[in-house]
């Protein structure tokens, strides 16, 4: 028995009870587990815990194609382990008749296997339901319930023509006028070798009329380690008004409780995402980028992106990190933000309680056109020019897209989470 790499265990009510006494009989065709090991087995409730590969073997006699309440009581204990929902490991399945001439007569024996397992699920095949641990971007770690259809592959062989090596279970056991079924853990096999669930599938851009976004890989939604089904598609629509006119006629600073910011424009991003408001106790990562071009006048004067982030006092915008990145021929700058901040993103620049009079021209009542208010003071960002053109003061003038009117071409961004060249724009 030196070198026998495989125990035997008869009946499911006698697993741990004559593991000794089966031992004696292994290098016989004995029907009964078998847990492939280097040497030999002395816990064997250990070793069919969870086991990464076991193998069943029933032996048949004469011309049976049934088999008995012994052999139903071994197949039960088979089923306990590779389709319990506890068992983390995701098993397929070998059935393998080895016989004589009559072919036919094993083919029935390996049939009558696979019927009992597909009979246990209540189905037409084997069906699993096993606790999967998984990673959600929106929940973080938990655990679904993954429901699979067990990969089986049946073979039938004639004993005799075999070579020696193939005739024996591990190189010590007879298999001859028997069915070996072999439980071999392989996700990959069970679920698909990609096992995610990402929305959007692939890196995707969405263009506005200046402005796009680059949403990465899984940026919206994103489940690590799961065959599920994905959630719907989903749709993105983009609105910049980043055009100095529109904004000056309808001016209001970037809103916040304590800072002053400046507004130089705002994107406005809507569409249909999978998760809503508070509904992911996950933080959601920076993964999708918003970009647009700017002038050097505007790069000169640090602009800089502002989106909502949730704080202890509520929903306030803050300061993205904003970077310059290289572009066709034009400059362009981009910032990173996650799926909960796709709402109202705004571009501009934070200022003291002692520069507004520098950006703004100050006006005596509220009731002026596009007024609003510092403390207890009013202002207007520009005036009426002669030839209808809003005049702007200068500091406010650098923050806008101001240039003269030509085609121009709408930089996108790259798929490069930090593009080469990229520089960041310090206050």
């Not at 068992?87 to 024996?109: A, V």
């Amino acid at each position: 028995m030196n070198g026998c790499n495989v125990l035997v265990v008869s009946m499911k009510r006698y697993f741990f009870m004559f593991v000794a006494m089966c031992w004696a009989f292994s290098l016989q065709a004995q029907t009964g587990f078998y847990v492939p090991s280097a040497k030999p087995v002395r816990d064997m409730q250990k070793a069919l815990t969870n086991p990464e590969v076991f193998h069943l073997l029933l032996c048949a006699q004469g011309d049976e194609t049934t088999y008995s309440v012994a052999d139903l009581d071994l197949l039960d204990s088979a089923y306990a382990i590779a389709f319990s929902q506890e068992n983390p490991k995701l098993y397929t399945m070998t059935i393998e008749g080895y016989g004589g001439n009559n072919e036919d007569l094993t083919r029935q024996r390996v049939d009558a296997i696979y019927r009992y397992f597909a009979m246990r699920c209540h189905a037409n095949f084997p069906i699993r339901y096993a606790n999967n641990p998984i990673h959600c971007s929106c929940n973080g770690d938990t655990v679904e319930v993954l429901r699979y259809e067990v990969p089986v592959t049946t073979a039938v062989y004639r004993y005799a023509e075999l070579p020696e090596s193939r005739r024996l279970l591990n190189k010590s056991v007879d298999l001859k006028n028997s069915v070996l079924i072999t439980f071999r853990n392989d996700p990959d096999e069970c679920v698909g070798g990609a096992r995610g669930c990402y929305v959007p599938r692939q890196d995707s851009t969405v263009y506005g009329y200046y402005a796009s976004l680059l949403f990465t890989k899984g940026s919206v939604y994103a489940v690590e380690n799961t065959k599920d089904t994905c959630p719907s598609g989903f749709t993105v629509k983009i609105d910049d008004y980043l055009d100095y006119k529109y904004i000056v006629d309808r001016y209001c600073l970037i809103p916040h409780r304590k800072q002053l910011l400046v507004q130089a424009g705002y994107i406005v991003v809507t569409g249909s995402w999978p998760m809503v408001g508070d509904s992911c106790s996950e933080a959601q990562k920076d993964s999708i980028f918003v970009r647009i071009p700017v002038t050097q006048e505007q790069m000169d004067a640090k602009l800089k992106f502002f989106a909502k982030v949730k704080t202890s006092r509520g929903m306030e915008y803050k300061q993205l990190p904003t970077r310059k990145v290289p572009g066709k021929g034009m400059l362009a700058l981009q910032a990173p933000v996650n799926v909960m901040q796709l709402d109202t993103i705004y571009v501009g620049k934070r200022i003291q309680d002692k520069e507004v009079s520098k950006y703004f021209y100050e006006v005596d009542s509220p009731t002026e056109a596009a007024s609003f208010a510092v403390g207890s003071r009013f202002y207007v960002a520009s005036r009426p020019g002669k030839d209808g053109r809003p005049i702007l003061k200068k500091p406010l003038k650098q923050l806008f897209r101001i240039i003269p009117d030509q085609e121009e071409e709408v930089v996108t961004p790259e798929k490069s989470r930090t593009p080469k060249g990229e520089e960041i724009i310090e206050e």
